[in-house]
């Protein structure tokens, strides 16, 4: 790690509280999603960028951990609940602007949303799953999850209807995290913090 990412990780790590049980500077807890899990569908390259194949079916395979190692990743981890997804929707935002390297399979940054729908009001979580799968076909440079068990929040101590942020280098080690409202202040750090990971690569 370099210098500045050295110095970036020791200034986001004073502005956090832990109420779970990630730890900075080392891999997550394990976890294997089996039900429903990660989506995969086929798709096209227009321009540069990942395109969705309106004649492609969303599948689903089994997502887990071991799958994260050799890009840099955001995870990001949210209830089914209304208005859940607005609690990050800044960071997220800052991420779009930042116009990060995602938009190729093999792209060197790329984003995973993991939805749990165990979490979802009663009688919800089939119309939140399809919800998902919607912003699969608009956003496929990303990974989508669907988490039927709720499995990420228990393996990972996360708060019950909240959302929560994620960074990890390539080797799976986390960076960042916060269960919850980020600030501004740390958006724009974990923002730098990706940017200066991905100048790592080159």
Wanted: proline residues 3%; aromatic residues 8%.
């Amino acid at each position: 790690m370099t210098k500045a990412a050295t110095f970036l990780l020791l200034s986001l790590v004073s502005v956090f509280s832990f109420g779970h049980n990630i730890v900075v500077g080392k891999a997550l807890p394990s976890l294997v999603i089996e039900s429903k899990g990660q989506m995969i569908f086929e798709f096209n390259i227009d321009r540069q960028k990942m395109v969705f194949d309106a004649e492609s079916d969303i599948r689903y395979r089994k997502w887990s951990t071991g799958d994260l190692t050799g890009k840099i990743r955001c995870i990001y981890h949210l209830a089914a609940r209304t208005g859940t997804a607005d609690i990050n929707q800044p960071f997220i935002d800052a991420l779009i602007k930042a116009n990060l390297p995602e938009y190729l399979p093999d792209s060197p940054f790329k984003t995973t949303t993991i939805l749990n729908t165990d979490d979802a009001l009663w009688g919800t979580a089939g119309f939140a799953g399809s919800q998902l799968e919607d912003s699969q076909r608009k956003v496929p440079h990303a990974y989508y999850v669907n988490d039927t068990e709720g499995l990420a929040r228990k393996a990972w101590g996360l708060e019950e209807g909240s959302s929560a942020v994620i960074i990890l280098d390539r080797k799976g080690k986390v960076l960042f995290v916060k269960d919850g409202n980020m600030t501004d202040l740390e958006i724009a750090k974990t923002v730098e913090l990706i940017q200066v990971q991905l100048e790592t690569l080159k």
